[in-house]
């Protein structure tokens, strides 16, 4: 079997198990470091997203409670300027209600002052001075009358401004505890204000990490590729190095393998054949290895279908076996791409299905085994597709 072209982790395994990738060719070497460097960067960065998120929902949360705190200060200050305006009503009233009491204590003094200067005399002579019995009797009752509305005047004075004070005090009461409130609500507000601040502060700490992470991802991403890319290129040099000395090792008769070549379809000339009819089957009762695992779901198809085991990811399969457009595809290939947006991984290692013929594609995508139309498969990716057969083997 003869590929048509070294993928990425082709050339780290050739050379890896030549033994000679840190001295021929070091950029192997570092790409799988720089690999390993950008998987830390990524997972440092999702976490770092992560507790971004988190912080910007707290953030949103005590920025809300402080809202509502805010609120409640403004009700509470209302409440407590309506209590006071009471207040200085009722002492208004108050004020109002003294006055008629001293207008009254001023009429009793009179009257007082007016009885102590006549004497007990004139109330004699009031009761002498009756000339019938029911006058007698008039004057007596009128004299009792006099007494009487006296000690009422004064009680209701007493009664009076006693329910005005009481009244007083209790806006008084009721004010004070609106004030105590408001107190509790103005050092909560503090409190949530220094809480919002220390967020804003994580917040501004967290973008700023992750701004740098997605630097350093998209850093490590370029190099990494560039590092890849030196690597295969390496590879391929040293591979058709190992076929020209194979060649001129080999004799004149080699040459015949190397035309044999129209191929019915794979990146290379098919080295052997497997029954279509065990890998369509298979294809249908193969489950999927899991979700972003597109490319062991075909392995373990055509290790099923007893056709022989292939690993590698999608973009392994897409640079060493396809080398077809789609328009010749052949029931049995495996279409693929280098790259597709499902995922982070999806976008490094691509997508890779089964056609089965008949314009169905077989594939695992995000953990689901599907069938879908070869067209809908070719029209999802921006990334060209190329089919070929996997390991070289011609499937019929």
Known sequence: MSPRGVTRRDALRLFIGAGICATFFPSVALATSTQEQLDAAQMSYDEAQAALDQINQEYATIAGQLSQTQAQVVDVSGQIDQKQADIDDKQAEIDTKQAEIDTKQEVLGERMSSAYKSGPQSTLDMILSSATFEELTSNIYYLDKVSE??????????????QLEDEKSALEDEKSALESQKSDLETLQTQQQDQLSQSQSKQIEAETLVGGLSSDVQELMGQRDAELAAAQQAAEEAR???????????????????????????????????????????????????????????????????????????????????????GNIQPGM???????????????????????????????????????????????????????????????
């Open 334 to 396: 495996i279409i693929a791409v280098p790259t597709a947006p499902f995922s982070p991984a999806a976008i490094l290692y691509g997508h890779v299905g089964i056609y089965l013929g008949g314009g169905t594609v077989r594939e695992n995508l995000s953990g689901t085994v599907q069938s879908v139309s070869l067209g809908s498969w070719v029209s999802r990716y921006s990334a060209t597709s190329l089919c070929g057969w996997l390991g070289g083997v011609a499937l019929s």
């Open 149 to 162: 509305s006296d000690r009422q005047m004064i009680d209701e004075v007493r009664t009076l401004k006693a």
């Open 240 to 326: 058709q190095q190992a076929r020209a000395n194979s060649n001129s090792g080999g004799g004149s008769g080699g040459g015949s393998n190397a035309g044999g070549g129209s191929g019915s379809g794979g990146g290379s000339t098919p080295t052997g054949s497997g029954s279509l009819s065990a890998m369509v089957s298979a294809a249908y009762s193969t489950s999927s290895p899991g979700s972003g695992l597109c490319a062991a779901w075909v392995t373990n198809v055509f290790r099923n279908a007893g056709v022989g085991y292939f690993g590698g990811n999608a973009c392994d399969m897409y640079y060493s076996w396809c080398g077809t457009s789609t």
